[in-house]
Nanobody, 124 residues
């Protein structure tokens, strides 16, 4: 199983980035999927999560209305579109996949596989 995250970078406040995570070797279509992030000196936290039901999406309060989480089952890839970025969004972002689930998962322990992380830096 491999999760390959990409799309991070340096952006000014107010800018946008799209993170991608390609998943291989895992039943992507019905998996619980998630994006987490870890800022320097802080614990890793959930950013967004989804189950296989398209209506079952979770966003952390800090990113609601700015981030959009989606999956493309034809490409076995998940995306995190991040708009109106703020300096406090600076972190290493991780994608994760877990077992078949209709609804989203928000705890790290509920995910089996993780990507390597991609750095997002937002300058003020």
């Amino acid at each position: 199983v491999q999760l390959q995250a990409s799309g991070g970078g340096l952006v000014q406040a107010g800018g946008s980035l799209r993170l991608s995570c390609a998943v291989s070797g895992y039943p992507f279509g019905r998996s619980a999927l998630g994006w987490f992030r870890q800022a320097p000196g802080k614990e890793r936290e959930i950013v967004a999560g989804m189950g296989w039901s398209p209506s079952r999406l979770y966003y952390a309060d800090s990113v609601k209305g700015r981030f959009t989480f989606s999956r493309d089952t034809a490409k076995n890839t998940m995306y995190l579109q991040m708009n109106n970025l703020k300096p406090e969004d600076t972190a290493v972002y991780y994608c994760a996949a877990g077992p078949d689930s209709r609804t989203y998962k928000t705890r790290e322990s509920e995910y089996d596989y993780w990507g390597q992380g991609t750095q997002v830096t937002v300058s003020s």
